[in-house]
């Protein structure tokens, strides 16, 4: 599948900021189940200074600078992208035995995958999900099969609610209040693997959503995406195996799963231990009192080669909001 991905994400500022600072996850990386064939980063005003690394997960990242005032910021990344499905495969591994491959030895060294057993910002551990959790982990059960029904258990009980929660809302809440949105199905499942010694880490991405019957396909109307990906230690018995191919990818909000991603019209954009890892922009600014956020984001099928035909930033921006009292 060919999907072109634009991300527009618009700051209006009251009064102008005088400078500001900002970091962006924005570039998606080639995977196992993704190429990424064209990628565009368009900002204005224009940056004094933008510099790109990789963080420690092989994130892409850029740091932006702005040093002259401005009341408005608006930032466009654009990728064209090919995905496969997922290949099928068992892992028949105990839920115990993956656990046990976290375990603290002196003098070897555990897996890289083991930063992604402890608590985090956003995700913090707790007997609330291990009693939670514990019905899908009964000794000795396949740590897959465990995990899958954990996922189909929080796409039961939960309700999807937008704007019931911010992006600030710690998992035990959601739990509490069995609703939220796909951020907090997903830290609620990191906290609950996390807390029985299993290793997860959160994904931002984009899913392909298709307009209902007779509708046309309405330009940012789509949003970022997040879901649970658990490492499988031995995937494949007396073989060797890539370390990406040891990532179980698990959706709670759609009930998907798969090995890499949960499907063909899914799209990684970073990995990390919770949402604080990789916020799509965030940053400093100096001299305003009032900001506005608007975000736009389109995830449409496109057989183009290149991304040819974008319009100007200026044009996708929404008119500014009038000035206060």
């Known amino acids: 599948m060919r999907l072109r991905i634009t991300h527009d994400t618009c700051y209006d500022y009251h009064p102008p900021v005088d400078g500001a600072l900002h970091m962006a996850h924005l570039r998606m990386p080639d995977a196992t189940c993704q190429q990424v064939l064209d990628h565009r980063l368009r900002i204005a005003p224009r940056p004094a200074t933008l510099r790109q690394t990789r963080d420690v997960r092989g994130n892409w990242r850029h740091f932006i600078e702005l040093a002259t005032p401005h009341s408005r910021l608006a930032v466009r990344a654009t990728h064209l992208v090919q995905t496969v499905a997922p290949a099928p495969r068992a892992s028949a591994l105990p839920w115990e035995a993956a656990r046990e491959a976290f375990v603290y030895r002196a003098g070897h060294p555990g897996p890289a995958a083991a930063q992604y057993v402890f608590p985090s910002v956003h995700v913090h551990c707790g007997p609330a999900f291990v009693d939670y959790a514990r019905p899908s982990f009964p000794p000795g059960r396949p740590l897959q099969e465990a995990a899958r029904e954990l996922m189909l258990r929080i796409h039961a009980d939960f309700r999807y609610t937008p704007?019931?929660?911010?992006?600030?809302?710690p998992a035990a809440d959601a739990l509490q209040q069995r609703e939220g949105v796909c951020q907090d199905f997903s830290h609620v499942m990191l906290a609950c693997l996390r807390s029985l010694g299993l290793a997860a880490r959160y994904v931002s991405g984009y899913l392909l959503t298709q307009p209902p019957p007779g509708q046309p396909r309405l330009i940012g109307s789509d949003a970022s995406h997040a879901w649970?990906?658990?490492?499988?230690?031995?995937?494949?018995?007396?073989?060797?195996?890539e370390e990406e191919q040891h990532w179980y990818d698990l959706c709670p909000t759609n009930a998907r799963e798969g090995w890499g991603t949960p499907g063909e019209d899914y799209v990684r954009l970073a990995v990390g231990r919770d949402f604080a890892d990789v916020s799509p922009l965030r940053g400093v600014i100096q001299g305003s009192q009032s900001q506005a956020l608007h975000v736009g984001v389109t995830?449409?099928?496109?057989?183009a080669l290149l991304l040819t035909g974008l319009p100007e930033l200026p044009e996708f921006a929404p008119p500014p909001p009038p000035p206060p009292p």
Do not use: F, K, Q, R
């Open 228 to 241: 649970v990906s658990m490492y499988v230690p031995d995937t494949l018995a007396h073989e060797a195996v």
């Open 163 to 169: 704007n019931s929660t911010g992006i600030h809302t």
């Open 299 to 303: 995830v449409e099928p496109c057989e």
